[in-house]
């Protein structure tokens, strides 16, 4: 399914790389999709881990885009220049306007490892989708948006993709490596 073809009232868990694509302007459909959560028409819920991958993410582009350190290797670069790293602060601002979307974030539960882990054994996911699939399944939510192939594996998750990126895009994270 995708983005644009969610039905109204429907509660949607969002990972990180749906912020990513609509901050970066990877993803009109993305950027759609947050606006309609803003507006009511979805209920959209996130977890605080993911909004620090957000966070992570978006600093990493940050960087690239003002050209401070090339890539690969840009969180090792990063590490070695903090002078670079206090210049920074567009992805802090972005992260923060994300409950300012109408999106609902969440803490994690208190059985999310032991949860989380039972996920990984059932579908191989690594820890950070294995967190998320743990954290939709205490709010009791099923549909997610996400452009990650993997969690599409889960047969307990409709997952909402974005039609207009291609994994594999700047945007999806490589850089955070």
Do not use: W
Request: proline share 5%; glycine share 8%.
């Amino acid at each position: 399914m995708r983005l644009d073809d969610l039905p109204r009232a429907t509660s949607i868990f969002i990972d990180a790389n749906i912020f990513i694509y609509h901050f970066t302007g990877a993803s009109g459909e993305c950027t759609r999709f947050l606006a309609r959560c803003e507006a009511g028409e979805l209920a959209g819920v996130t977890s605080v881990a993911v909004l620090l991958e957000v966070l992570h993410r978006l600093m990493m582009l940050e960087a690239v885009r003002g050209e401070s350190v090339r890539p690969p290797n840009v969180l090792q670069k990063l590490r070695k220049r903090p002078e670079v790293v206090r210049t920074l602060s567009e992805y802090y601002t972005h992260t923060m306007t994300i409950p300012e979307m109408g999106i609902s974030v969440r803490a994690l539960p208190e059985d999310v490892l032991a949860t989380s882990q039972r996920v990984r054994e059932e579908h191989g996911l690594l820890v950070g989708d294995s967190l998320l699939v743990a954290a939709m399944r205490a709010e009791g939510i099923g549909t997610l948006a996400t452009h990650d192939a993997d969690l599409r594996r889960v047969k307990e998750i409709t997952a909402a993709v974005p039609g207009d990126v291609e994994i594999g895009s700047p945007s999806s994270g490589s850089l955070s490596k």
